[in-house]
């Protein structure tokens, strides 16, 4: 492992990767996918992702997968489940990986958002990273298992999903009444990250074993409705905006789940100083230590919610008119929780931090209590083919266990009992992290290569008779 600057990767959140040489006439198979993928416009709502489906299942239909649509009460919105049959020897690996995407704001793109352009090596547009670069991964790895004709001691299944990005036809509905079609060992999915410095060298791989989980919290302000010529002091736009500064000035307590202790540890033993001893000191049990970290280490935005609960206002809804002070004013506080955390209990401090009886605070959807999902067991022959091929394709870069510091559609199958491996199957600067669900989001024409690679070694290690 080169001990090379990370500092640069983890305080430095505008890094611009060299441009590479690269034509668009040299697209890798990979590459040449994911561009037909970003120009089927999928963003949800509607999503409409039957449309990216039909496209998959033309390109694995002729290579032997047995394909299955299975339609949802919205037309044009369905999953695919492909399988490739091994002998059955084995229970089948999986990958998922989802079709729909968020919204653009067109007008902050430099590029068509759904034109697939190619620029410096690059592809842009929305999905690049997340995830129809991983649908594009994820196709060619299984397509090479059927083309190299390997023989397969268990069943490859491929998952296209719908609602990913918004409810309600995700693959926990999917799960409900075809289950048996998508039921596996163990499976692939999005999650952690192979982490690039922008020279396209990769520091750490992160595989995700365990997802945060969103909630929603509503403030609602009560004052007296009343004319605005003749303002009073509870005016219910001014104490929410009150309770949203408090909220924002609180900072929730480290929590450490054992995945993001081997994360940070990682990350003390591939970095240089200073932030090696930042990393080191986050793991200790000097409290003064900790708290010095912390500042450091949390000026990097993913890594400081990694490592607790956090809130981000991301709704308001005050007033209707200009001469009326409305009677309440409504916020929308967006909460990723570490697992095991109990939504209930977020309230209560929430309802601490802003001591204002005007101002009451709500679940969106209430809560019986913290989820009870455990973590994927690092202890599997996924996990450890992953981890091989990992090593393998990016020299000298640490494999880590990682907490994912948002949400997936891995819980359809966690639920179950089922692992689930997440990560972005290709390697990824800092720069480029932060583009996802941002502006000109891209990924690297090599960095899907390689990711392709990676995985198909994987499944071949894994799902191979051998
Ligand atoms: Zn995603």
Request: charged fraction near 20%; glycine fraction near 6%; aromatic fraction near 6%.
């Amino acid at each position: 492992m080169k001990q090379v600057a990370l500092v640069a990767l983890v305080v430095s959140l505008s890094l611009i990767a060299a441009p590479r040489a690269q034509s668009d006439q040299a697209l890798n198979p990979t590459a040449a996918l994911l561009q037909e993928l970003i120009r089927v416009d999928t963003s949800n709502p509607p999503g409409l992702e039957g449309r990216i489906d039909e496209l998959i299942a033309a390109r694995l239909r002729p290579l032997g997968f047995e394909i299955l649509i299975v339609p949802t009460p919205v037309e044009g919105k369905s999953h695919l489940i492909a399988r490739l049959r091994g002998d059955g020897s084995r229970r089948p690996v999986l990958l998922a990986s989802h079709a729909d995407v968020v919204g653009v704001e067109k007008e902050k793109w430099t590029v068509d958002p759904f034109g697939g352009q190619v620029k410096d090596g690059r592809i842009y547009g929305r999905g690049a990273l997340d995830f129809k670069g991983g649908i594009a991964v994820f196709a060619r790895a299984v397509m090479q298992l059927a083309e190299n004709k390997v023989p397969l001691a268990r069943d490859v299944i491929f998952v296209v999903e719908a609602d990913e990005e918004s409810a309600p036809y995700n693959t926990t509905w999917l799960a409900q009444t075809h289950w048996s079609d998508m039921d596996c060992e163990f499976a692939l999915n999005e999650g952690g990250w192979i982490m690039a410095d922008d020279n396209g060298h990769v520091r750490y791989v992160s595989v995700s074993t365990a997802d945060k989980t969103s909630i929603s919290v509503i403030l609602t302000a009560h004052g007296t409705s009343t004319h605005s010529s003749m303002p009073r002091a509870d005016n219910a736009i001014t104490s929410l905006s009150k309770a949203i500064a408090k909220l924002s000035a609180y900072e929730t307590p480290i929590q450490l789940t054992p995945s993001t202790r081997r994360f940070f540890t990682t990350l003390a033993n591939t970095s240089p100083p200073p932030m090696a001893a930042s990393f080191r000191d986050l793991i200790g049990t000097d409290a003064a230590a900790v708290a010095r970290a912390d500042r450091e280490i949390s000026r990097d935005p993913l890594l400081h919610a990694i490592m607790r609960n956090t809130l981000a206002p991301v709704m308001l809804n005050a007033g209707f008119r200009n001469n009326v002070i409305p009677g309440s004013a409504d916020a929308t506080i967006n909460v990723r929780i570490i697992p095991g955390t109990d939504p209930n209990q977020i309230v209560r401090d929430f309802e601490r931090v802003i001591g204002d009886p005007a101002v009451s605070v709500r679940l969106s959807t209430p809560s019986a209590g913290p989820s009870r999902i455990p973590a994927s067991s690092e202890d599997t022959d996924l996990y450890r083919a992953l981890e091989r091929e990992a090593r393998a394709t990016f020299t000298g870069a640490e494999v880590t266990p990682y907490l994912f510091q948002a949400g997936t559609d891995a819980g359809a199958w966690r639920n179950r009992g089922v692992p689930v491996y997440g990560i972005y199957p290709y390697p990824i600067t800092a720069d480029q992290l932060t583009r996802m669900h941002g502006n000109d989001e891209n990924v690297s024409v090599e960095s899907l290569r390689q990711g392709t690679e990676m995985i198909y070694k994987t499944l071949v290690d894994v799902a191979s008779k051998h």
